[in-house]
């Protein structure tokens, strides 16, 4: 809680700061649960972050761990057995949580936009892209003949010709695709734009195209992005701030620079090795051993610990709070590099 009420102070989200732009995006102890056979098991759990207009944060995790419900919870798009069940969130000082939505629909687009895994089910089958674009940009008060304009000059600037307005998604390449989503979610000038894995689908030399192009864009128009991703590497050579979640809590949290240079959750580093850059030899035998928990049954203690090459007998006793520890915010009692002084880190600091 401190740690959020800090990253308000500071984004000047608070209402007695009036002149501060609004955070792009800012979540307080965020729970979601999802129903499972008559029970309330939780997915997300306290997840507090916070964006200032212009920032880029990732977020990384194995299969599993909660990066979509987070975004979904966010979106407004939860499927009917989810329930956000703590919390809040303000997507550019608008309240989210509960909205209906009816409610939620103005803000879409033009306040938060999503870019999801496949473009293939984003966009519509049946549709036309400058169809898809008359329909966003009418629901918005644009004539048509404005919006076809519209259309192509945002087709042109993401790269797709002009003359594909004309193709429906099965008519273009993935990278095309998915370029064809990002312009749709840029067209009304979004506040914050979400990718949710966004080039999982495609081969590496398009993943770089696509990631190059937000980059471009994001310095033309200074929009946030909330980058969720499995592939830490990636993720640690765009975004300038990274949090690690697992089992629906954010174990770590860092500027991009910091965790790269002395990553300290045993988890983010095992998928640092998990994940080699390009240019690095992959070093298969240091994938992190075992599997992600299921929801509903999460170890007690800290949740990593069965898998963890650092664990202690206190690990399976106590949950690690995240606390503030420097640049960084760390929910472990033994963090890499930390093992010489390994009394000292195990015991001493709780007085942040
Ligand atoms: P991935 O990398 O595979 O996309 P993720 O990090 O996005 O994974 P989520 O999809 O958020 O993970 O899932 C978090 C947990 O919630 C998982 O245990 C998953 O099984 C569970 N879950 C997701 N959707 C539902 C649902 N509709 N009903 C019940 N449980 C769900
Ligand atoms: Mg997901």
């Not at 007695?16 to 098991?41: F, G, K, N």
């Not at 803000?107 to 169809?131: C, H, I």
């Not at 009304?188 to 734009?193: C, E, Q, T, V, Y």
């Not at 050579?237 to 690690?244: H, T």
């Amino acid at each position: 809680m401190t740690i959020f009420r800090a990253a308000l102070t500071e984004t000047g989200a608070h209402a007695h700061r009036p002149t501060a732009p609004a955070a792009a995006l800012a979540i307080d102890e965020l729970v979601v649960q999802y129903r499972q056979r008559s029970q309330w098991q939780t997915a997300v759990s306290d997840v507090s972050l916070a964006l200032d207009p212009g920032d880029y944060l990732g977020v990384v995790g194995e299969s599993g761990c909660g990066k979509s419900t987070l975004i979904h919870a966010l979106l407004g798009l939860l499927p009917a057995n989810a329930r956000v069940s703590a919390g809040a969130v303000r997507i550019d000082g608008h309240d989210v949580v509960g909205l209906r939505d009816k409610e939620f629909r103005p803000l879409r687009w033009n306040t938060v936009a999503v870019v999801l895994q496949s473009g293939m089910n984003a966009l519509n089958p049946l549709l036309t892209l400058r169809a898809q674009f008359r329909d966003l940009f009418k629901a918005h008060g644009l004539a048509r003949r404005d919006a076809d304009r519209r259309c192509e000059e945002l087709l042109t600037r993401v790269r797709v010709p002009a003359d594909r307005a004309d193709a429906y998604a099965h008519q273009l390449s993935g990278g095309m695709r998915q370029r064809a989503c990002i312009a749709l979610a840029l067209a009304l000038d979004p506040k914050l734009l979400i990718l949710d894995e966004p080039t999982t689908a495609l081969d590496v030399v398009v993943q770089r195209e696509i990631f190059d192009l937000i980059d471009e864009l994001k310095a033309e128009r200074g929009f946030a992005v909330l980058l969720v991703s499995h592939d830490l590497a990636l993720v640690l050579e765009r975004a300038s701030r990274v949090a690690v979640m697992y089992a629906g809590r954010i174990v770590e949290l860092a500027p991009g620079d910091a965790l790269e240079g002395s990553v300290k959750h045993p988890y983010a580093a095992g998928l640092l090795a998990a994940f080699p850059r390009l240019g690095q030899r992959s070093r298969a035998a240091e994938i992190i051993p075992g599997a992600p928990p299921r929801l509903g049954s999460f170890p007690a203690g800290c949740a990593f610990h069965p898998r963890c090459v650092n664990r202690q007998e206190r690990c399976s006793l106590e949950e690690p709070p995240l606390e503030q520890r420097g640049a960084v915010q760390l929910a472990c009692f033994y963090p890499v590099g930390a093992e010489a002084a390994g009394a000292e880190a195990a015991g001493g600091e709780e007085d942040a």
